[in-house]
Structures are given as C-alpha cells and as structure tokens.
C-alpha cells in the first residue's frame, strides 16, 4: 500500500519558519499532482497549496506570500516552506497525492499521517 510520510512539523514563535516534507514509499513510478492541507482544532480541513507534476502552484488567500510548496519528482518529495508563522498557522498539516502510479495500479487521494505546527504567540 502507498504511504505518504511527513516532516519537519514542531512548535515555532510567530515570525519563524518551517519546513515540511513529504515522502511517498513504495516503488513509486509517478505522481501527479500533490498538496498540503491543514486542520486546526475544531475546524475543519482545509487546502493550504497544490503543486502539479509540472510545477503549476495555487495557494490559499491566507498563506500567500508567506508559504512555498515545491516538489522533488525525482525523489517524489513534495514540500513546503512556511515562513512568517502566525498563531493562526497551528494545525495538523497533512499531505496528498492526487493519483500515485505503482507498477500497474493507480492509486488515487493518498493522505499521509499528518504533522503538528504549533504557533506561539
């Protein structure tokens, strides 16, 4: 079964920055587009920014300019560079792979673990 594995996640003053990772396992042959997302206590889950195979990215309105998602095809990495942290940023980010080819099979909407942000103020 295709796993996606998150990190880089911990606790960071307002101001600061992180960096996330995503790796798939597996014997990964492609993927297509991938993304990070984010739930905060008691809200629900939410797009942070999308990268496609090519590089094409969107983000949401309230990480513009601060966060950038990239991705490592070769290494079928995904990324995101999170800099000036906001308390509002704290969350479980997650990442996804919209469509994962392995060998013969496609596997679609694959969801890694999540890691912990936390803001502080």
């Known amino acids: 079964q295709v796993q996606l594995v998150e990190s880089g996640g911990g606790l960071v003053q307002a101001g600061g920055s992180l960096r996330l990772s995503c790796a798939a396992s597996?014997?990964?042959?492609?993927?297509?587009?991938m993304g990070w997302y984010r739930q905060a206590p008691g809200k629900q889950r939410e797009l942070v920014a999308t990268?496609?195979?090519?590089?094409?990215?969107n983000y949401a309105d309230s990480v513009k300019g601060r966060f950038t998602i990239s991705r490592d095809n070769a290494k079928n990495t995904v990324y995101l560079e999170m800099n000036s942290l906001k308390p509002e940023d704290t969350a479980v980010y997650y990442c996804?792979?919209?469509?994962?080819?392995?060998?013969?099979?496609?596997?679609?909407?694959?969801w890694g673990q999540g890691t912990l942000v936390t803001v502080s103020s």
């Open positions: 597996e014997m990964i042959l492609r993927i297509n587009g």
């Open positions: 996804k792979a919209d469509e994962v080819l392995v060998t013969m099979k496609w596997y679609y909407d694959v």
């Open positions: 990268i496609t195979r090519s590089g094409s990215t």
